[in-house]
């Protein structure tokens, strides 16, 4: 895959003279948490961002699966979007706060899962529970994988709650809304706000945001993966490294 062009130049092979860039968080404009609970903000990449902002022919959208508190203590910049929990959680550039499901009534069906899957990782190492709200899962990190496999083949048994559906790797496994999609929230700010004639770009680096990539191509954008080595991907460019997407990003007149 090809190493990304810069942004002045992308808009030149597109023909545009505006963008709207949708940025994941982890792994891709920062490097990893130890685990998704630290919110660390970062003053360099925020001096970045704000100075993006400045431009009239941007426009800014931040799009993660953390919660919207954590991404708005990581990204306190108004005026832009921040999307939350895959896009379930938003906070348009004016502030306002929007929600596309209703919380109380979906967080039931989460309450019934999480001591169950507490207990299956309760007294073992390498596994964290984490409660996003929105979604509950269990990263498994240890080594051991005969115990990795146990763990996540018994919170597999659950019923899956009303309003939600379950999601799985070797290693992970996560309940979560279908509407938790950040393909979907591109769709939704795009359709929000109207930006004519600029170029939507999405940046990300995992699986979920393959959805994003789809969805910015779908319209003509442009999706960049952030990853060291090729793999099957919808995006059309790569950046190897959050350090490579800062450059990119520090380029940007
Ligand atoms: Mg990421």
Redesign the pocket.
């Known amino acids: 895959m090809k190493d990304s062009p810069s942004l002045q130049q992308l808009m030149k092979i597109y023909q545009k003279e505006r963008a709207f860039l949708f940025l ?5 404009l920062a490097r ?1 948490a130890p685990n998704p609970d630290v919110v660390l903000p970062d003053s360099e990449l925020i001096d970045i961002l704000h100075e993006i902002n400045k431009l009239e022919s941007i426009r800014l959208a931040i799009i ?2 953390r919660r919207l508190d954590h991404i708005r203590s990581l990204v306190p910049i108004n005026g832009i979007w921040l999307s939350g929990s895959y896009g379930l959680e938003m906070i348009d550039p004016s502030g306002n706060e929007l929600h596309l499901l209703e919380f109380d009534h979906l967080r039931l069906g989460l309450e019934i899962i999480k001591p169950t899957w507490q207990a299956l990782i309760d007294r073992r190492d390498g596994f964290y529970l984490e409660d996003k709200g929105w979604s509950l899962a269990i990263h498994a990190n240890g080594s051991d994988k005969h115990e990795v496999n146990l763990v996540l083949e018994n919170a597999r048994r659950i019923d899956v709650p009303d309003g939600f559906h379950m999601k799985y790797t070797h290693n992970f496994i996560e309940l979560c809304p279908p509407k938790a999609d950040k393909g979907v929230s591109v769709d939704y700010i795009l359709n929000s706000e109207s930006f004519e004639g600029a170029l939507p770009i999405f940046i ?3 699986p ?2 393959e959805d994003a990539f789809a969805a910015v191509q779908s319209i003509g954008g442009v999706g960049i993966i ?1 990853v060291e080595k090729d793999r099957d991907t919808k995006a059309t460019y790569t950046l190897k490294r959050p350090e490579q997407v800062r450059d990119w990003l520090k380029e940007i007149k």
């Open positions: 994941d968080y982890d792994g891709t990893f993660s699966g990300g680096d995992d979920r945001d952030v």
